[in-house]
C-alpha cells in the first residue's frame, strides 16, 4: 500500500484543526495545525493558522516567527497585514512598517494597511508621515472618529494644538450620543489647555503638568510655587512638607473643593494625613471608606511605581481628590494624582522613613510645628490665580462638561 503523500497527509490534518476549531477544542486544533507543519512546511495557512494560535497563548515571538514564515511563502497581503499586526503588537515598528509597506506594494489603496502603517509610524515618532498616511484616508472616511481622532492625535503630537482642537471638537460635536465619547474629551482638553499658554518649544513643569494631564503642581519651599524645578533623589524635611501644605491649604481655600474627609493609601501616608487632617479640619477615615458619603482627599506620600496607584484607583468607586506629596514616575508611564507636590527623579524619602522612625502622630506633629513656624508665599494670590483664573481646565473640573454646548469655559 502506497503511504499517503506529505501534502495530502498535511491537507487532512488542517482539515482537522478547523473543525476542531468550530467546536472550541483550540488546543487540539492547534496541535492539528503543528502536524500539518511538519508534514509539509511549505503550506502558508497552516502557519497562519499556528501563528494565529500562538498568538491566543501570548506567545507573541512565535506567532510572527509562524506569520513572517507564511508571508515569505505567499507573499501575499493577508499574510503581510497579520504579520504587521503582530509586530506591532511587539513593539517591533521598523519590522511592522516594512510589512505594512509590503501590504502597500500589493494593493496600494488599501485603507486598512495604510491606516497601520500610520499607527506604526507614530509610534516611531514619525508624526508628520503618520499625519500624511491618515490625511490620504480622510476623504473617504469623513465621518470616521476613530481617523478623527488619530489625525488630532498627530497634531498634538506635532504641537499643532490649534489644528488639534478644531477637528476633536467638530468629533465631540458628530459623535453619536451613545458612544464613549471620554477618549475624545481628553485629547480636547489636552488641545484647549495647550492654547492658553503662548507658543514656546518647552513648557516648565507646572505648566506642563497641567497641560497635559490636567493636574495641580505645588512645589516645595526650594520654589516659588510657579517657576518649580524636577528634583533629584529628594530628601524631604519638615519644612518642605510643611510649605506645600501650606500651598494646599491655600488652593483649598481659593478653590472651594467640598472635601468631606481625608484618607492615607498606606502607613507611609498617614504622618501627612494626620496633619492634613487638622490643618483643613477634616476628619480622617480608612482608604475603603473614601468617597462613599462625599468628596475625600485620599492621600500619598512617595509611590515608586504606577502600578500601585492604579490599583488603589481601582478600589474607590466614590468622588475623591488625590493628593501625592512626590511623583515620582513619569507621566506618560501611568495614572497621576490630581495634585502633586513636586516631580522627583529617583529616589524621595521622608523624614519619617528614616531611622529613628517616630510614631505617625509624632511625625505630624512636626510637620504642624514646622508648618506654625513659616510664614506664607508672598505669591500666594498668583498661585491660586494661576488655576482660578487662568488655568481652570483641570481634569476633575465639574463644570467643564463634554458636549459642543459646554466647551466655553
Same mark, same amino acid.
Given at each position: 500500500?502506497?503511504?499517503?503523500?506529505?501534502?495530502?497527509?498535511?491537507?487532512?490534518?488542517?482539515?482537522?484543526?478547523?473543525? &476542531?476549531?468550530?467546536?472550541?477544542?483550540?488546543? @487540539?486544533?492547534?496541535?492539528?495545525?503543528?502536524?500539518?507543519?511538519?508534514? =509539509? #512546511?511549505?503550506? #502558508?495557512?497552516?502557519?497562519?493558522?499556528?501563528?494565529?494560535?500562538?498568538?491566543?497563548?501570548?506567545?507573541?515571538?512565535?506567532?510572527?516567527?509562524?506569520?513572517?514564515?507564511?508571508?515569505?511563502?505567499?507573499?501575499?497581503?493577508?499574510?503581510?497585514? !497579520?504579520?504587521?499586526?503582530?509586530?506591532?503588537?511587539? /513593539?517591533?515598528?521598523?519590522?511592522?512598517? /516594512?510589512?505594512?509597506?509590503?501590504?502597500?506594494?500589493? +494593493?496600494? =489603496?488599501?485603507?486598512? %494597511?495604510?491606516?497601520?502603517?500610520?499607527?506604526? &509610524?507614530?509610534?516611531?515618532? +514619525?508624526?508628520?508621515?503618520?499625519?500624511?498616511?491618515?490625511?490620504?484616508?480622510?476623504?473617504?472616511?469623513?465621518?470616521?472618529?476613530?481617523?478623527?481622532?488619530?489625525?488630532?492625535?498627530?497634531?498634538?503630537?506635532?504641537?499643532?494644538?490649534?489644528?488639534?482642537?478644531?477637528?476633536?471638537?467638530?468629533?465631540? =460635536? !458628530?459623535?453619536?450620543? @451613545?458612544?464613549?465619547?471620554?477618549?475624545?474629551?481628553?485629547?480636547?482638553?489636552?488641545?484647549?489647555?495647550?492654547? !492658553?499658554?503662548?507658543?514656546?518649544?518647552?513648557?516648565?513643569?507646572?505648566?506642563?503638568?497641567? %497641560?497635559?494631564?490636567?493636574?495641580?503642581?505645588?512645589?516645595?519651599?526650594?520654589?516659588?510655587?510657579?517657576?518649580?524645578?524636577?528634583?533629584?533623589?529628594?530628601?524631604?524635611?519638615?519644612?518642605?512638607?510643611?510649605?506645600?501644605?501650606?500651598?494646599?491649604?491655600?488652593?483649598?481655600?481659593?478653590?472651594?473643593?467640598?472635601?468631606?474627609?481625608?484618607?492615607?493609601?498606606?502607613?507611609?501616608?498617614?504622618?501627612?494625613?494626620?496633619?492634613?487632617?487638622? &490643618?483643613?479640619?477634616?476628619?480622617?477615615?480608612?482608604?475603603?471608606?473614601?468617597?462613599?458619603?462625599?468628596?475625600?482627599?485620599?492621600?500619598?506620600?512617595?509611590?515608586?511605581?504606577?502600578?500601585?496607584?492604579?490599583?488603589?484607583?481601582?478600589?474607590?468607586?466614590?468622588?475623591?481628590?488625590?493628593?501625592?506629596?512626590?511623583?515620582?514616575?513619569?507621566?506618560?508611564?501611568?495614572?497621576?494624582?490630581?495634585?502633586?507636590?513636586?516631580?522627583?527623579?529617583?529616589?524621595?524619602?521622608?523624614?519619617?522613613?528614616?531611622? #529613628?522612625?517616630?510614631?505617625?502622630?509624632?511625625?505630624?506633629?512636626?510637620?504642624?510645628?514646622?508648618?506654625?513656624?513659616?510664614?506664607?508665599?508672598?505669591?500666594?494670590?498668583?498661585?491660586?490665580?494661576?488655576?482660578?483664573?487662568?488655568?481652570?481646565?483641570?481634569?476633575?473640573?465639574?463644570?467643564?462638561?463634554?458636549?459642543?454646548?459646554?466647551?466655553?469655559?
Amino acid at each position: 500500500m502506497l503511504a499517503e503523500p506529505k501534502t495530502g497527509q498535511a491537507y487532512r490534518h488542517m482539515e482537522r484543526g478547523q473543525n &476542531l476549531e468550530r467546536q472550541g477544542r483550540l488546543d @487540539e486544533a492547534m496541535l492539528e495545525f503543528k502536524h500539518a507543519i511538519e508534514a =509539509d #512546511p511549505s503550506i #502558508p495557512s497552516a502557519h497562519v493558522a499556528l501563528g494565529q494560535h500562538y498568538r491566543r497563548k501570548g506567545l507573541l515571538t512565535k506567532a510572527a516567527d509562524e506569520l513572517h514564515t507564511a508571508a515569505l511563502l505567499s507573499a501575499d497581503y493577508a499574510s503581510y497585514f !497579520e504579520l504587521g499586526r503582530i509586530l506591532s503588537e511587539l /513593539e517591533r515598528y521598523q519590522d511592522a512598517q /516594512e510589512a505594512f509597506q509590503q501590504c502597500l506594494s500589493i +494593493d496600494p =489603496d488599501e485603507p486598512s %494597511a495604510r491606516y497601520e502603517l500610520a499607527s506604526v &509610524l507614530y509610534a516611531r515618532g +514619525d508624526f508628520t508621515q503618520a499625519l500624511q498616511q491618515l490625511q490620504a484616508l480622510a476623504p473617504d472616511f469623513p465621518t470616521d472618529l476613530e481617523l478623527q481622532t488619530a489625525i488630532a492625535e498627530c497634531y498634538l503630537a506635532l504641537r499643532d494644538y490649534g489644528a488639534a482642537e478644531s477637528i476633536l471638537a467638530r468629533a465631540l =460635536d !458628530e459623535a453619536p450620543p @451613545e458612544d464613549d465619547r471620554e477618549d475624545l474629551y481628553e485629547a480636547w482638553l489636552v488641545a484647549r489647555r495647550h492654547l !492658553e499658554f503662548d507658543p514656546q518649544p518647552d513648557l516648565s513643569v507646572k505648566d506642563m503638568l497641567y %497641560a497635559e494631564q490636567g493636574i495641580l503642581c505645588l512645589g516645595t519651599r526650594h520654589d516659588n510655587g510657579l517657576d518649580i524645578p524636577v528634583y533629584e533623589n529628594h530628601t524631604f524635611t519638615y519644612g518642605d512638607i510643611a510649605a506645600t501644605c501650606r500651598r494646599l491649604v491655600a488652593l483649598q481655600g481659593g478653590l472651594r473643593w467640598p472635601l468631606r474627609a481625608v484618607a492615607a493609601v498606606d502607613s507611609s501616608a498617614l504622618p501627612l494625613t494626620i496633619a492634613l487632617s487638622q &490643618l483643613l479640619q477634616l476628619p480622617t477615615e480608612p482608604l475603603e471608606a473614601a468617597g462613599k458619603g462625599g468628596l475625600t482627599l485620599v492621600i500619598l506620600a512617595a509611590v515608586a511605581r504606577p502600578e500601585i496607584w492604579q490599583v488603589t484607583r481601582e478600589r474607590m468607586s466614590g468622588p475623591v481628590r488625590s493628593f501625592g506629596l512626590a511623583l515620582t514616575w513619569q507621566p506618560d508611564q501611568g495614572p497621576v494624582p490630581d495634585v502633586v507636590g513636586l516631580l522627583c527623579r529617583g529616589r524621595c524619602l521622608m523624614p519619617w522613613q528614616r531611622s #529613628p522612625k517616630p510614631s505617625p502622630e509624632a511625625a505630624a506633629a512636626s510637620i504642624l510645628r514646622a508648618y506654625a513656624a513659616q510664614s506664607g508665599d508672598d505669591n500666594v494670590a498668583a498661585q491660586i490665580a494661576y488655576y482660578k483664573r487662568h488655568h481652570s481646565l483641570l481634569r476633575f473640573a465639574g463644570d467643564v462638561m463634554i458636549g459642543a454646548e459646554n466647551r466655553t469655559v
